[in-house]
């Protein structure tokens, strides 16, 4: 059975060069990824997503994503929605300082002391967002943060069973049942590009299964046909749900 | 064609070519008749981070299990590659001197190093890892370099 | 008769995963802020990719040079696939290999290494704003 792997965030900052704001999320950014939560976060790289950066836009798919843009043109959290999935949390920084009555920040390669005050602001924000999106919350008795709460184990074909946030599916291949992170996503996403179930789409829908799933190649034939079963059903359930 | 091993680690994707032979530092080694190319591995490569320069020891050169065939530089480290085969290096990949993040982008194809003439590649064999058992070694590097961040 | 001359626009990938994006950032800025203000001017790759108008009119109507930190190459291809004419493409681990000593670490900061690599790319991007303000040269590569 393949290992589910830990729940992270995915930060993406705007980096936006024109504006001090957008050295603000950068640093900001850093900040989380470096210093405040290095282990529960992963730095999507903006201009690589935008390019058709394959790991990173598929991990911005089922993992949590953070968007923190410099104003209100949003162009990380945009560019996540357009080309992967909705970010979970959006920071605009231009409004976090008018909402918070921060000191206008200045300077683009190096901020001031206001930019400065800025950084730690959206950061600590961002931080909260992380440990909200995990399921942790802070207990000042123990003073530590509690565990993920475990998610109620639901009866059916989907459930989220690791804490991941990712639905999973169990299917039987050669007798032996096998859970496929994400699978329900998989076929969520192919059906909505109107995919009819086939070969044409059986080696594209494996390659994304592939993403999440560490598949034994002496199996692989033998999964590959298993899913393409269960997407078929999956296609007759909605068209009759339709 | 045999499939590549796979594992995502995070947004990483990490494959190992089922046709090599590994030592455990990651240097990967092809075997055809009594030649043989050598290369980094896609976890290697991408621990390493952009290569900046490479050098081999030059065509002629004898070479020992074990022994240093190669330095590369990036910004994050450098590294003298240990060589898996003991013979004679017969060839250095000419593309390596002007665009060695080839290495990078094809590190199984395009981005190898040097070919060698085999001189004891039984015995050399005998001391390397498979494909799968390095996958195994490589897998839980990965997986510990994630969670020691 | 004096001609006027269009600016010339400069792209940073800015990238966040590595240093050399934050070298391509730094000598934007300082080509953009301190060598040659006059002449050129700095577009964020974001903005351009997302479609905001303002800032494709400006680039349909320059010439740009672009600097990538890595051999990916995201902003020379963006600024393309959005219409734009690449008249030089830089990639800071190229202009690394020329100057071997100024190794860049750091990525909210630059250490003495990235700083100093920084001024290095930045001044062979003058120069191509120099050369670029006074002949109208295609695509070529630095």
């Known amino acids: 059975m393949p290992e589910l792997q830990q729940k992270k965030i995915g930060i993406i900052a705007c980096s936006g060069e024109e504006l001090p704001e957008g050295t603000v999320t950068r640093l900001a950014a850093l900040r989380v990824l470096e210093q405040l939560r290095p282990s529960d976060t992963v730095t999507i790289c903006l201009p690589l997503f935008l390019a058709g950066g394959e790991g990173d836009r598929a991990f911005a798919k089922f993992y949590p994503t953070i968007a923190i843009d410099g104003c209100e043109k949003r162009c990380a959290y945009r560019g996540t929605e357009q080309y992967s999935n909705r970010p979970a949390v959006g920071i605009v920084v231009s409004d976090l300082i008018t909402q918070d009555g921060l000191e206008q920040p200045v300077g683009r390669r190096k901020l001031n002391a206001a930019g400065m005050q800025a950084v730690e602001r959206t950061a600590d924000l961002a931080a909260n967002k992380v440990d909200e999106l995990l399921g942790k919350s802070w207990s000042r008795r123990e003073g530590r943060f509690d565990g993920p709460q475990a998610p109620a184990q639901e009866e059916g074909a989907a459930t989220c069973s690791c804490g991941s946030g990712i639905p999973i599916q169990k299917v039987q291949v050669n007798g032996q049942e096998m859970s496929l992170v994400a699978l329900p996503l998989i076929f969520q996403n192919l059906f909505q590009q109107g995919r009819i179930p086939g070969n044409d789409v059986a080696d594209e829908m494996m390659a994304m299964v592939k993403i999440y799933n560490e598949i034994n190649p002496e199996i692989e034939a033998d999964v590959k046909v298993v899913v393409i079963e269960a997407y078929a059903g999956y296609f007759r359930k909605q068209e009759g749900e339709a | 064609m045999i499939p590549f091993l796979e594992i995502k680690v995070d947004k990483f994707t990490f494959r190992v070519d089922p046709t090599c032979f590994f030592n455990s530092e990651g240097v990967w080694v092809r075997v055809a008749g009594n030649r043989a190319r050598l290369g980094l591995s896609d976890f290697l490569q991408q621990r390493s981070g952009d290569i900046a320069f490479v050098e081999v020891k030059p065509e002629g050169s004898l070479v020992s299990f074990n022994g240093a065939f190669s330095t590369i530089e990036t910004i994050k480290v450098n590294i003298d590659l240990s060589s898996p085969v003991t013979g004679k290096v017969v060839l250095v990949n000419p593309a390596l001197e002007n665009t060695p993040e080839v290495i990078n982008q094809d590190p199984f194809g395009e981005g190898w190093i040097c070919e060698v003439e085999l001189n004891e590649w039984e015995a050399d064999q005998s001391r390397l890892l498979d494909a799968t058992a390095y996958f195994e070694l490589m897998k839980r590097e990965a997986e510990d370099e994630v969670k020691n961040i | ?142």
């Open chain 3, 1 to 142: 008769m004096i001609k006027s001359i269009q600016k010339i626009v400069i792209v940073p990938c800015s990238g966040i995963g590595k240093s050399y994006g934050t070298v391509s950032r730094v000598a934007a800025y300082q080509v953009t802020d301190e060598d040659r203000p006059d002449q050129t001017q700095l577009i964020p790759l974001a903005l351009l990719v997302m479609g905001d108008e303002a800032t494709r009119k400006i680039l349909a109507e320059s010439q740009a040079v672009t600097i990538d930190g890595c051999k990916l190459g995201c902003a020379a291809k963006m600024v393309r696939q959005s219409g734009g004419q690449v008249a030089r493409e830089f990639a800071v681990l190229d202009v690394f290999r020329r100057y071997r000593d100024f190794k860049p670490q750091g990525i909210a900061e630059l250490n003495e290494g990235g700083e100093k690599l920084a001024d290095a790319l930045a001044k062979e991007i003058d120069a191509v704003v120099d050369e670029l303000s006074n002949s109208k040269e295609g695509d070529s590569h630095a």
